[in-house]
């Protein structure tokens, strides 16, 4: 028996960068979460601790500022693409890089509506979190040539308040759960999917790839009459990649975020699905890949 | 030397309510998280173990979920209202009731806009969760007839990107921070505000009076030309008094979450104001209340 | 109406401080997060943003770092009294300071017990964080000389697995609880417990002080037969107030952290108090002070 | 094109399950959080909504404390292989099953040193919980017959004070850290290691083989000069491998929890290695898997 190294990968994670470009008096945000990792010839750091081959975690978090000005941040995927390419083609024992991103939203803060009075305009440089959701990326690139994209997104909660049924399912010994007819479903989506190789495709770019993604889950979770959780997440997947030439895998991970109607009968009063306890743990967790019968091998895209 | 019972209160806390009313094929939605806690006659369950005065905190969370069917859930005010009288009124042992409400927001799920198509109509009943803020209150109702009302938001994240200055500061032997001419300003804000007792006053209803005060909130942080935040907190506040004749106190708690501007010069690059790190900790913590010098005494209020 | 200003203070909080000791080849740990905040005339720069009497919360994060240098740690009281004093003291504009320190504990890693091998002795410089609690303090320093200690812990999880009833309780009509006679009670401990001016007293020092009161409050919840957990929290704020005459006030928070008996019977089982559902919302909240009847007035203690 | 369904798998997760067990007056308590998860024929579910072959995640939460009460809880792993060949040898749907546990470590509040006194004696149903770290285990189940084992931990925060370099790194245009002859290395532990399957082999069982395994990777960590953490990463993961023959494969996750030297030469004062400011984020991340060069074919076993 010999002790071998296996595969390892090493960087800077959660690298906190806002960058503001001033177009005159209007401001544009950028609040992006930036993780890199780089593999390769990394036999001797592991076995002896030589660094010859280890760039810094600390260079590579100077070099996520340092491109923020030089490139500027189009797009996080643009933006991943870019760094990843760099350190495989800049640093001879690196033969791969990820590159992952969140974007963190922000809106721009109203103008008041009435008389403009003093403060009018201001607000070309003020802005307000937006709390729905956070999107990301998770970039690959090889030293054989190989760049993959994943986008995707998370922290997006969604509820039906009804058309959700649950029947009909299997019964064993620890069986108590009863069937029913409506009930409400929610859930917090974290969604992936993974691009063609020709990048975002049809679509002028990965934003606007991303809003239509993003449109098409959301509108097939709410227009899906669900007789599971698992059918929806079916169906969001499959929308998508009906609707969207540049994607060929979607991989989802759904949590059914209970809501169990209260029992008021011992209060005397009945409860027609108007009230619900918001449950916390456990929680259903339902996961599944959905994708093209022609998607090309995804090798380390997900990884 | 003897050991005395000091003030105490107990009760049920995180009560997750979620409410769907049905108004045709539209459904609404409240989600709630109600915390409700009792004090009067405690002495002996403390120091014997004697339940006599106890109602459980079992019953509590029945309650909320009871009066949620009984009597319905408007503003969050009113239902804390409903709920601190009800254990006043009711429980001879209890001479006071605290009970305390955030609301977590969501938005409709908008229709698709071209042609209708499947599922069209759908969104009537689906939502996705508003990430942007937290609606809060705390109620008090005494035994003799004092009913106070906080109103408040937290979780609300803004920033400006300009009109904001730092300098003329006090320096000592430990100082090193240069001062600035134009830097990021952002916060998270928390802010609770006081009603004067007459309830919401000009306002139609405490949800009027909130989306005004939380209007007044955001475009006061929006509009301030900022030399400090404790001069962004003032105007945050007086501009709130001065707008709502119902509201005579502002409490605000402003974390500064710093953004310094990265240093691009080992990389031959100036940084005008555009790269920044947002920083996690230590941050700066600005405190304050902004009050009516007529506002009448604040008494249990705020605790 | 006239506007104006209320109570205030600002600082920089959670300035995350890490002292090292070498002592020959032994390395002593001191893992902190201090916060500071301060008040005093501060009117300016709220109503006109003019920070001639504002030292910058940079200042008050460098003067931590600088006294750990300078004073060194040992008792994080000792230490909070330390920084409130100086800002008092140095600054003119300030009449009050208030410090709040946790400390975070590590373990010693333990040498190998066997023969001693490559490596031995190394455990010197090497540590384990203990996850057990956070000890805590919160200081204030007025101009006029007082000064306040406040010591306590939190994050202290306790079970006790029989030897807790729950009966004799109020009821209403919305009381669906049944009485019990053997349960597991639960508790996540805050406790915080006032100094008498004089100092930790009768105690070498706050860190003598700190381990008997811990000892005291973990023993009396453990060995309270206890009827409600406001039983317990009396017993463990008397035991404090009876063994350590430094202490004239003792606040706890005590969340019931329920543990549900699972109902097996659907499947043929009884259950005799051995399978727990460990929920997590809503829970019971206790909160309470004990005190002894000479203690001297609170003042800004606690706040 | 066709939309295909691709890996999909369901179940309930975080399964709160607290046991006690009485042996005589002393009780044992074992403190779990249980996820379980199903794959199978699940086909019609997803494409239509037939449920026949779903066993509801509900179900699974009963199977759970079902099980505890039937089988009891030894170690983790036992009771994660028992609910997963359930599931595969009970539903003709479900062709595998994958089961995690994570386990919540307690203490018994020590009985008082001196003289016994009231209560003494009652330690023997009172629990501390240990905040040191997480054990967990990921179990997988399929119909082929195969069961595969991963045993692991998180949560555990180690650090040397001294004993640890990083110098003669790669440089480019956008590095600036300088080389360090001393520095403190941290960081939190994310390790899970693969049995063979045969299972804990030579250990008794596999709760002796964790607390082995936890014991190499704690002194590895402590025992190994370092140049750089990838170093300490394979030796911790080399000890393991060289002292278990029962384990094949290690891998680490291990963040490197930066402890930066505060520059006091500002006030006047060095700063030999003494004060620290413990950072957030970024932070460094090393990731590596060490394994035997003999090991057996991986396939679902980490996933």
């Known amino acids: 028996m010999r002790v071998v190294l296996g595969p390892n990968r090493y960087g800077k994670a959660e690298v906190r960068l806002v960058r503001v470009v001033r177009d005159g008096g209007v401001h544009h945000l950028k609040d992006l979460t930036v993780s ?3 593999s ?9 601790g030589d660094n010859t081959a280890v760039l810094p975690t600390d260079t590579q978090k100077n070099t996520v500022y340092a491109f923020a000005r030089k490139h500027g941040v189009a797009e996080i995927e643009d933006f991943a693409i870019l760094l990843a390419r760099h350190y495989v083609e800049s640093q001879p024992a690196v033969h791969h890089a990820r590159v992952s991103v969140e974007e963190h939203f922000w809106d721009r803060i109203p103008v008041p509506s009435a008389g403009g009075g003093p403060g009018a305009g ?3 440089h003020s802005f307000v979190r937006s709390g729905r959701e956070t999107r990301t ?4 690139h090889d030293a054989d040539g190989t760049t993959t994209v994943v986008s995707g997104l998370k922290d997006l909660v969604v509820l039906n308040s009804t058309d959700s049924e649950f029947s009909g399912f299997a019964e064993d010994e620890y069986t108590t759960l009863r069937p029913t007819a409506d009930r409400v479903l929610a859930t917090e989506v974290s969604a992936r999917w993974r691009h063609l190789p ?13 809003d239509e993604v993003r449109r098409h889950l959301v509108e097939a979770f709410a227009g899906t009459y669900s007789l599971s959780l698992q059918q929806t997440l079916y169906a969001m997947g499959e929308r998508v990649l009906n609707a969207r030439d540049e994607i060929c895998e979607v991989r989802l ?4 975020k209970h809501h169990f109607t209260v029992d008021l009968t011992p209060f005397g009063m009945d ?7 918001a449950a916390d743990r456990p929680y259903g967790l339902i996961e599944g890949a959905v994708l ?3 998607a090309p091998e995804a090798r380390f895209s997900w990884e």
Chains 1, 2, 3, 4 share one sequence.
């Open 36 to 38: 890199t990792a780089l």
């Open 40 to 48: 390769g010839d990394m036999e001797a750091v592991h076995l002896t």
């Open 122 to 124: 201001d607000r070309r």
């Open 137 to 140: 990326c998770l970039v690959h």
């Open 198 to 210: 020709a990048g975002p495709g049809k679509a002028a770019s990965y934003g606007e790839s991303y």
């Open 253 to 256: 991970v759904l949590p059914n």
């Open 271 to 277: 409860n027609p699905n108007e009230v619900f306890h």
């Open 292 to 294: 093209r019968d022609d």
